[in-house]
């Protein structure tokens, strides 16, 4: 027996020294340690048959000689480079590489966030919107009489397929569209809420139109609105004040000018005093000298757009504005071109 096993020791030895490749080491493992027929197994096998004397004299150098086989094929193993060598330590830590880095949130979600936090400390309500939508809830509740020219403001991506799904009303027209503005949230909301209602949408808009630097086809908006009785303007510049009084971390100045959307009467467009050169730069980028920047479009919400959601006429009033997300945000870190926002490159959004 002890003959045997230093045969089968020194057949080995000799067998290993000879290969090189992960296939031919696994052979040779399979014919000394195999399950069914390898020649230890095989000997190891046989030892129940010996007496308790022989067994103390052979078991052990058996034993010794299978873990001697054992090691010397998981280091021929290495040297083979084979990533099937069985030793792995799971309670050491994972090996980070140079060029990996942890992701972040993109700016634009980086700022819905912070006007969410803000808007919400002033006990806004968020929601959400479809963004298909019919014609009612996209156009004609909100004061777009169909075939107004008011309609061509916006470059809408109409939808041909007629769609059937459950909504709170009945259309008189299955007419879709991919939404040109988070407005369309306004009649939805107010025809299934009673006043008080404070609340803002933040969400994606599409409009047909040619791509630069400051237009995509694809982009983000955040609407609010306030309904209840007694609501006025004074209320609508505060609100806006103390918004960009947060987001830029200092005190600002707004004016208003008229401006046209058909579901505000009287309707305006805010501009900010630029606070990136206090207005005393001609070369300044963001305000192009002028002292002002243009920040959204507001207004009292239109009486059409009121009686639209079912309301009296005369009892309550409100005020909505619509804040570009994407340009509130390219202000704040001072981006000079929107289509940066859709490329994913790395390079551009490591900064944020
Ligand atoms: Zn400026």
Redesign the pocket.
Known sequence: MKQSLSKIESAFLEEISQVSDADKIEEIRVSYLGRKAGQLTVLLRGLKDLSIEEKKLIGPAANLLRQKIESTLTEALQKAGSSAVPEFDLSLPGKISQDKSLGHLHPITQINRELIRIFQSMGFQVLEGPELDNDYYNFEGLNFPFDHPARDIQDTFFIDSKITREEPRDFTRNDWVMRTQTSNMQVRVLEQAEPPVRCIIPGRVFRNEAIDATHEHTFYQLEGFVVDENINIGQLVWTLKEIFRQIFKQEVKLRLRPGFFPFVEPGYEVDMF????????VS????????W?EMLGAGMIHPNVLAAAGYDAGRYTGFAFGIGTGRLAMLKYNIPDYRLYMQGDLRFLEQF
């Open positions: 630029c606070v990136f050169c206090g207005g005393s730069d300044c980028k963001v305000c192009k000298g002028l002292g920047v």
